[in-house]
Nanobody
Framework: QLQLVESGGGLVQPGGSLRLSCVAS????????IGWFRQAPGKEREGVSCINFIDGSTYYADSVKGRFTISRDKVKNTVYLQMNSLKPEDTAVYYC???????????????????WGQGTQVTVYS
């Protein structure tokens, strides 16, 4: 059973930065695709960025390209989401998700994942 734990959310002003972390407990992230999703009040969950843990291939939603960077640390078994130039519309609960048999595109675009974490709140306020 794969368990995912997110951290790093918080309050930040527009233009600021945050780095989210997703660490797997009780298992390894090898052979998984890991994704970051977000959900704002009244909106559907959106795939933000996904990464293949083994080969490092990535996917980004158009809304975050050039501002967010997903990366992984194989030693720490952790996936990061570096978020720069944050905007109020980035405000949401951010979730880490994982799946062992899907591509980065399929996970992020079609929302295919078998495991997810508890979420971390990101609030961008003026």
């Amino acid at each position: 059973q794969l368990q995912l734990v997110e951290s790093g959310g918080g309050l930040v002003q527009p233009g600021g930065s945050l780095r989210l972390s997703c660490v797997a407990s009780r298992s390894t992230l090898d052979y998984y695709t890991i994704g970051w999703f977000r959900q704002a009040p009244g909106k559907e969950r959106e795939g933000v960025s996904c990464i293949n843990f083994i080969d490092g291939s990535t996917y980004y939603a158009d809304s975050v390209k050039g501002r967010f960077t997903i990366s992984r640390d194989k030693v720490k078994n952790t996936v990061y989401l570096q978020m720069n130039s944050l905007k109020p519309e980035d405000t949401a609960v951010y979730y880490c998700a994982a799946d062992s048999i899907t591509t980065v595109h399929n996970m992020c675009v079609n929302g295919i994942y078998g495991y997810w974490g508890q979420g971390t709140q990101v609030t961008v306020y003026s």
